[in-house]
């Protein structure tokens, strides 16, 4: 199970397209260009060393790109708030510097060759160098916390500690007497929605949001976190290779049980093959042909429409409570990015 990347907004007078063709509004647009262009900069020299392998290893995922998702969310909540207050550029730096941290220690755990097209840190270099370079990251990003004030540095440590529970639990695996499916929506809950839904509440909170938008922006925000997570789910079954740029089933063939298979285990629906796939959902898939076959009775079972289902749930609940927040231009791109998470399944 990856962690997600992904964004953009709608709503309110045009001036562009986001990269996924959502409109977005032309001040929003103008103000999110101004505020990113402050973060690239912060970023990179934040992760600038006295020791040069340290720097090109820091550097290594900043400059591979990436969608700069969490520090958007920042950008975004600020609008609710100052958006111009000195700590949202630093907090929208933390958030990205906690979520490429946590890239290479993944990419240690997971083997990974590659990370956003390019060779992994751990295979360039060693397993050594990519877990520092993640532990260095950390350690800057901690460095820009202290600015910011010791709530901000409590909500980023409880965070950080819902991360390593969840790496934790999603590696040993529910308990025998635990929900399979509970268990696998918390650690989604954990690895990928804590850390969006601090993006969310430091923008709002270091923007001096009122404190009920503050609250609704991180819950909100949580939600659109496990639906991203949910919808990846979904489109590592149903979409082929070119639309997604990877390959299809890499979670079957790998192993790991994400949402769609833990509805299937759990007796979602009923097709005259469940049995099968039960079976291979319980065999090494690296098999090609075996692959080929899960994959093909997956995608063919009713848990991928109950899958879609609670996807739209996740996302419904998230738009629910954003449409409590005032009727500005940063509501409307919270909202589509609800719509889109939904609608990126087909």
């Not at 004030?149 to 308990?175: D, H, M, N, S």
């Not at 989604?188 to 929605?193: E, L, M, P, Q, R």
Request: charged residues 25%.
């Amino acid at each position: 199970m990856s962690s997600v990347s992904a964004a953009e907004f709608d709503g309110g007078p045009v001036e562009a397209t986001g990269p996924f063709g959502l409109p977005i509004d032309a001040g929003l647009a103008a103000d999110a260009r101004t505020a990113l262009a402050g973060v690239e900069a912060l970023l990179l020299d934040a992760v600038r060393s006295e020791d040069p392998l340290l720097t090109q290893a820091s550097k290594h995922l900043v400059e591979a790109g990436g969608k700069r998702f969490r520090a958007m969310l920042v950008v975004l909540a600020a609008q609710f708030g100052d958006k111009t207050a000195p700590g949202v550029v630093p907090a929208a730096v933390v958030v990205e510097l906690t979520h490429l941290a946590t890239l290479y220690h993944d990419d240690v755990m997971d083997e990974a060759p590659v990370r956003r097209g390019q060779e992994s840190a751990n295979a360039r270099w060693t397993n050594t160098v990519a877990i520092l370079t993640g532990d260095y990251l950390f350690a800057r990003a901690s460095d820009l916390l202290a600015d910011l004030g010791p709530e901000a540095v409590r909500i980023q440590a409880r965070a950080f500690a819902r991360l390593v529970r969840g790496q934790i639990q999603e590696t040993v695996g529910p308990a025998a007497d635990a929900d399979p499916l509970k268990h696998y929506l918390q650690v989604v809950a954990d690895k990928t929605g804590s850390l969006i839904a601090v993006s969310g509440q430091f923008g709002a909170l270091l923007a001096g949001a009122p404190p009920h938008v503050v609250d609704t922006i991180t819950s909100a925000c949580e939600k659109i976190g496990v639906a991203f997570q949910l919808s990846d789910d979904i489109l590592d079954i149903t979409s082929d290779a070119e639309q997604s740029g990877k390959t299809p089933g890499t979670d079957l063939r790998e192993g790991i049980r994400t949402l769609p298979m833990h509805l299937v285990l759990a007796g979602a629906g009923s097709g005259p093959d469940d049995a099968r796939l039960r079976e291979l959902l319980d065999t090494d898939l690296t098999d090609d042909a075996l692959h080929a076959e899960a994959l093909a009775l997956l995608r063919a079972h009713p848990a991928m429409d109950q899958a879609r289902a609670d996807l739209r749930r996740w996302a419904e609940d998230a738009r629910a409570e954003l449409m409590t927040l005032p009727d500005i231009p940063a509501r409307a791109a919270f909202t589509g990015l609800c719509d889109y998470v939904v609608t990126r399944t087909g």
